[in-house]
């Protein structure tokens, strides 16, 4: 069966920090992954989305990068953190478009 | 612009009682619509999928409805548990929605009380 994981749960980090968020995915090959944020009281938006190794596309302009340097496993970094980072951060796999999106268990990005 | 309005925002119920959450979306073209569930300070999870052609799909006590024509959805949730406590999202999927093709609600955040 597939599993995805994302580390670490909570991050409490100071403004002006790195930043990376780790996900992989087990059980599957080829999968679509994405990074959402997630604010309070609203949906949640899209902020990555790669296809393939290396394939990288960005929906919103922001502080924040993608990296998907091995099949099944896509990393969110930042070079310095700002305090908008804050936020809670999903990393989700799919199988392709109109499939059943599975996410990860989120992590809650404090910066400080 | 497609859109996914969920109602009400936030609901208090009895343990044991039922509830209605309610889903309206403008999506177009439809390919599919989902309920998910989040618990608090986790991913979201799915509960349900409903198609064009379905009516109705039952997941357990959670029972999901599709009225293509209206663009509604609702899922009903029978003889609440405290572990229902929780946000619920509909998602609905379609070509004309963002990049990754979903269109995500702002989520129903219900709470069961003893």
């Known amino acids: 069966s597939q599993t995805i994981h994302q580390w670490p749960a909570t991050l409490v980090q100071p403004v002006g920090s790195p930043l990376s968020l780790e996900c992989t995915v087990e059980?599957?090959?080829?999968?679509?992954l994405y990074w959402y944020r997630q604010a309070a009281g609203r949906g949640l938006q899209l902020l990555f989305y790669?296809?393939?190794?290396?394939?990288i596309s960005s929906e919103v302009p922001q502080n924040l990068s993608a990296s998907r340097p091995q099949d099944r496993q896509f990393i969110l970094s930042s070079k310095k953190l700002l305090l908008s980072d804050s936020g809670f951060y999903l990393c989700?796999?799919?199988?392709?478009?109109?499939?059943?999106?599975?996410f990860g268990q989120g992590t809650r990005l404090t910066v400080v | 612009k497609n859109q996914v309005e969920q109602s009400p925002q936030s609901l208090i119920i009895l343990e044991g009682k039922n509830c209605t959450l309610q889903?309206?979306?403008?999506?177009?073209?439809?390919?599919?619509l989902r309920w998910y569930k989040q618990d608090t300070g986790r991913g979201p999870v799915s509960l349900t999928i409903?198609?064009?052609?379905?009516n109705t799909k039952s997941n357990g006590r959670y029972t999901a409805t599709l009225d293509a024509d209206t663009k509604q959805s609702s899922l009903h949730i029978t003889a609440s548990q405290l572990s229902d406590s929780a946000s619920y999202i509909c998602?609905?999927?379609?070509?004309?929605?963002?990049?990754?093709?979903?269109?995500f609600g702002k989520g129903t955040h219900l709470i069961i009380q003893p």
């Open positions: 790669s296809v393939g190794i290396g394939q």
């Open positions: 059980g599957t090959s080829n999968p679509n």
């Open positions: 989700a796999w799919r199988s392709g478009l109109n499939t059943e999106a599975f």
């Open positions: 409903m198609t064009f052609s379905e």
């Open positions: 998602v609905v999927s379609g070509d004309g929605g963002g990049a990754d093709g979903l269109t």
């Open positions: 889903c309206n979306y403008t999506v177009s073209p439809f390919s599919n």
